[in-house]
């Protein structure tokens, strides 16, 4: 895992901007600390953080070239598969130099074109490739594990892996997006192709970018819906059999490797497998497990009790109110966009590192995957309010927010998304999203009509299915709550620390054939992700399966509340309305708004 940073310019470098990649790579030090690399060719500078973790040795030093040189290219992630595409590559004549996944990259670039190595990767990605006849092509791997950011004026691409990094560039003005801001309240985290920063774009999934003297030019090669599979999952064996080969392509590591472990099923089965993989290597497996004071929070009994179960090397961290206090300033300084989470990723990191490992495998994903948020259930047997006539559902809705608002429920105030119409997008907001529609105009003194347009921009890019379903709130789950929010929280504060986190749920290949399997088949009311439960076929993941869910949660309403005053005097600081942000921190402090929405206000306060 690396940081990535670097510019091409149309009719060639100007003085300062091998400087400019420079800066950018210090300020993603965290993200490579193992080394640093940096190429200049006429109208092109790469840059390279490494993170080391296939080939410790000097011959991964990136940027990386072809044979003759014609070919470039600085890389974020690891490629799965990388094994098998370099024996096909080296069999078609082509001369390796290291035993890296970068280099397939490069080779495969010359053999198949850009397309046709994309469809060949297998793994989280993030690249800037230079060909000296062609120009400068980024790309991002298909769920959007790996980041990459880019911004354009004037005959200049600017890339890198963080958009605080693009900024120290000196390329770039550091101008808030206003319309960034109210899809961060409306959702929890700035929606992309947007980011914080006016100008600076987010790299859709599944997408490249090519960059020539006269046109940059955005292109999709994957998209879930466009996924087409000639069969689905047809037994727990065979899912089981997809599973194992999945976990054990992501146990390839050089360094030491763990698994962060809670004690739901997501975790449980994610050791399940990883312990089979390595019995076979007589190899014991690391776990961890953040715990804390307040044990209505702490999984540290069920995470145990699956530790000893597969006789791994357990360890807990514990967590208190004063850790959080102290670590507050750092994880503040290391947020790249403002975020409503991401405090659990910081945690679980710092721990990770301290533990001496530099890989550690997450169930990230396992939710959206393969079901196991409990509004699924309700939209498979229909959501009674969209039976309801057009009239009749306005009056409900405006009923729940009138309601919400008296009696501080801002859930349900959230119905009032609803008023627009009964559609996928509004459905989902309705249960998925942050702030209701009158605090986010309240928060940003917008109108009725800003809010709406903002609305019609975020998913109108998406152009998901207008009718509410299991499928088309899903599909809006991947590329909203899991790409915008999770895997971002992940991947920033997991480098914070110079971690690498994996996520194996989120191999394309599991996901595609997920994706085609009938919604039948992942909802059970009694069992939490049967398929996930039954593939893995063991007696600990079954009792996690059938515990109620929980999310991995901390106590931070208690925590938040030790420091109101600085936490309110932090969050009347920003850019948002200071009478609403005293208003929604009151309805905190009297326990009628919940934590997430008072802490995202002292994020974005805090400049974040």
Known sequence: ?????????TGGLAPDDANSVTRMLNAEIRRGPDGEGLWCGPDVALGHRRLSIIDLSAAGTQPMANEDGSVRVTFNGEIYNYRELHADLAGAGHIFRSQTDTEVIVHGYEQWGIEGLLGRLRGMFAFGLYDMRRGLILA???LGIKPLYYAEKSGLVVFASEVRALLQSGQIPADRDRKAMTGFLMLGAVPQPRTIIKGVRCLPPGSWVECSSDSVVERRYWDLRETVSTQTTESDDQLGLILNDVVKRHLISDVPLGVFLSGGVDSAALVALTSRVREQHGTTLSTLTVVFDEHQYSEASPAAAIARRFNTDHREIRVTSADFHNELPKFLAAMDQPTNDGVNSWFVSKAAREAGLTV????????????GYKHYRRLANGFWIGRCPGAIRDLLAGGACAWGRLRGRENWMRAGWLRDGFTSDRMY???RGFFAPEQIERLMDATPAELKEAVEETFGLLAADKQPSPGSVNYLEMK????????????VFSMAHS??????????VLVERLWNTSPEKKLDGRVNKPLLVRAVADRAVAEAGARPKRGFTFPMARWLNASAGEMLEIAESGSLARGAVRECWKEFAAG???????WALTVVGAGA
Do not use: K, N
């Open 480 to 491: 909203r709550y899991l790409h915008d929010q999770l895997l971002r929280d992940t991947d």
């Open 360 to 371: 550690v495998l997450s169930g990230l994903g396992g939710d959206e995957v393969f079901w």
């Open 429 to 431: 907001l309705m249960m």
């Open 499 to 508: 971690i690498e986190a994996r996520v194996p749920f989120l191999d394309h």
């Open 1 to 9: 895992m690396c940081g990535i940073a670097g510019l091409a310019r």
């Open 592 to 598: 009628r708004m919940h934590w997430s929405r008072a």
């Open 140 to 142: 991002r791997d298909r």
